[in-house]
């Protein structure tokens, strides 16, 4: 009945969407777009993450900053795709609700956005640590960066797995 309800509110946008070349190559293009840009920012920066948390203050200091400039455009490149997906998806809406492969492509999604507030968090507490007292803060550093690490080595996997659901979406929806 709910499905009915909502396939039936989106009829407009359906038949545009269905009728038109240009609009399903354009959501397609920036949800792609938006999932290579953001994706890829992140997993960068989750390598650089593996790669640098063990190493000298110094440059896990400069490792911290980058990640300040990262999140942003990260966050507006996940929005963007997650626009472009919903767009996708109401375009078809009663295929999409009932498609299982929907469900676990979304949860992805939400784990992927769970993490990455847990990685910001621990971010900033590294940040406040080490601005508030650099020597002390060695010790609960070092709990911290293992923290940080082990959301990096998340991040990669959930972009990894968003990209694989997605793709799997596209060939059984």
């Not at 507006?76 to 998806?89: K, Q, T």
């Amino acid at each position: 009945m709910i499905i009915q309800s909502l396939a039936h509110f989106f009829v407009p946008w359906h038949d545009l969407f269905g009728g038109s070349t240009i609009y399903p190559i354009v959501t397609e293009t920036t949800h792609l777009l938006a999932m290579f840009i953001g994706g890829g920012l992140a997993v960068a920066a989750d390598r650089t993450t593996l790669r640098l948390a063990r190493e000298k203050r110094e440059l896990r200091r400069a490792l911290l900053t980058e990640l300040c400039y990262v999140h942003r455009p990260v966050l507006i490149a996940l929005s963007i795709s997650l626009l472009s997906g919903i767009a996708f998806a109401t375009a078809d809406i009663d295929v999409f609700l009932l498609s299982p492969a929907f469900y676990v492509k979304m949860s992805f999604v939400a784990l992927l956005l769970a993490n990455g507030w847990l990685l910001q968090r621990t971010e900033l507490r590294l940040r406040k640590a080490l601005k508030d007292d650099p020597e002390r803060a060695d010790s609960f550093a070092t709990r911290q960066w293992d923290r940080l690490r082990f959301r990096s080595l998340c991040s990669i996997a959930l972009w990894t797995a968003t990209l694989v659901a997605g793709v799997v979406l596209f060939n059984v929806a």
